[in-house]
Antibody
């Protein structure tokens, strides 16, 4: 079974750093793009960026470029989303999701269960 | 960037009725690279439709997708109680990938 399992809920203060994870299993991790999607409280889905673990090719949405870093460690089949200095506006649920096929033009399936990040002083 | 506009924002219907959800793109979506997702409270989104009209594995045939170019529709026939949720369209034909703002389907 193809599965993405994300790290647990985080509560942080503004200015702190954070790295959340998404571990893939049941498939060849290096052959599929994995993306990150943000959902702010009560709001819709926002695509943040995506990485191809095979060669670490990474693309970002213009709205988050420079604000976060997406990376992957293929030795442990895990993708990451990282902040160097959190803001209150980073409070959201973050989902990882895998491209359904191995090419670029693909929909997301499956999705991780989500990681809730709360940033508050 | 392709902007996807979903309408209506909220749709109030009764079980057994048919729902028609619209997703309009600001420019043509390449090769009908459009997907629909369902999200229930406290859950991750679930894939319903890809390629504008292909049902994902395990999705009941009361769900159907249609459209091309800039206009797409998700139709749900004979609404069941479990269909009341938020629905999002997504285009994956050009970067950045974008989502619509969602349509909330609520019980009337």
């Amino acid at each position: 079974e193809v599965q993405l399992v994300q790290s647990g809920e985080e509560v942080k203060k503004p200015g702190e750093s954070l790295k959340i994870s998404c571990k893939g299993s049941g498939y060849s991790f290096t052959n599929y793009w994995i993306g990150w999607v943000r959902q702010m409280p009560g709001k819709g889905l926002e695509w943040m960026g995506i990485i191809y673990p095979g060669d670490s090719d990474t693309r970002y949405s213009p709205s988050v470029q420079g604000q976060v870093t997406i990376s992957a460690d293929k030795s442990i089949s895990t993708a990451y989303l990282q902040w160097n200095s959190l803001k209150a506006s980073d409070t959201a649920m973050y989902y990882c999701a895998r491209h359904a096929g191995s090419g670029w033009y693909n929909w997301f399936d499956p999705w991780g269960q989500g990681t809730l990040v709360t940033v508050s002083s | 960037e392709i902007v996807l506009t979903q309408s209506p924002g909220t749709l109030s219907l009764s079980p057994g009725e048919r729902a028609s959800l619209s997703c309009r793109a600001s420019q043509s979506v390449s090769s009908s690279y459009l997907a629909w997702y369902q999200q229930k409270p406290g859950q991750a989104p679930r894939l319903l439709i890809y390629g504008a009209s292909s049902r994902a594995t395990g999705i009941p045939d009361r769900f159907s997708g249609s459209g091309s170019g800039t206009d797409f529709t998700l139709t749900i026939n004979r609404l069941e109680p479990e269909d009341f949720a938020v629905y999002y369209c997504q285009q994956y034909g050009s970067s950045p990938i974008t989502f619509g703002q969602g349509t909330r389907l609520e019980i009337k």
